[in-house]
């Protein structure tokens, strides 16, 4: 079983930037890919970023330029630095790992709010 410890969540002001972080359980060899989803109430879980096993990365379009995800391969770690964060930022983030076999696990959520 893979477990996802997430941190680093909380309250910042609208422009402000906050991180998290999202270690794993398992080899890093076993890992596809590494990313970060939100959901904020009433809304559907939404892609925010990716990153491969090969480094690639992928945005939704409302974070580019904003957000930049990267990962500790020694630490089995996958980071998101949030900049420039606005209201609408405002969500519970869920890490997310999926393995070579194609199967896929979730972290428990962190909470990040973004208010004045």
């Known amino acids: 079983q893979v477990q996802l410890v997430e941190s680093g969540g909380g309250l910042v002001q609208p422009g402000g930037s906050l991180g998290l972080s999202c270690a794993a359980s398992?080899?890093?060899?076993?890992?596809?890919?590494m990313g970060w989803y939100r959901q904020a109430p009433g809304n559907e879980r939404e892609l925010v970023a990716t990153?491969?096993?090969?480094?690639?990365?992928n945005y939704a379009d409302s974070v580019k330029g904003r957000f930049t995800i990267s990962r500790d391969s020694a630490k089995k770690t996958v980071n998101l630095q949030m900049n420039s964060l606005k209201p609408e930022d405002t969500s519970v983030y869920f890490c997310?790992?999926?393995?070579?076999?194609?199967?896929?696990?979730w972290g428990q959520g962190t909470r990040v709010t973004v208010s004045s």
């Open positions: 990153i491969t096993r090969g480094g690639s990365t």
């Open positions: 398992i080899s890093i060899f076993s890992i596809s890919a």
């Open positions: 997310n790992v999926v393995l070579i076999d194609r199967s896929s696990y």
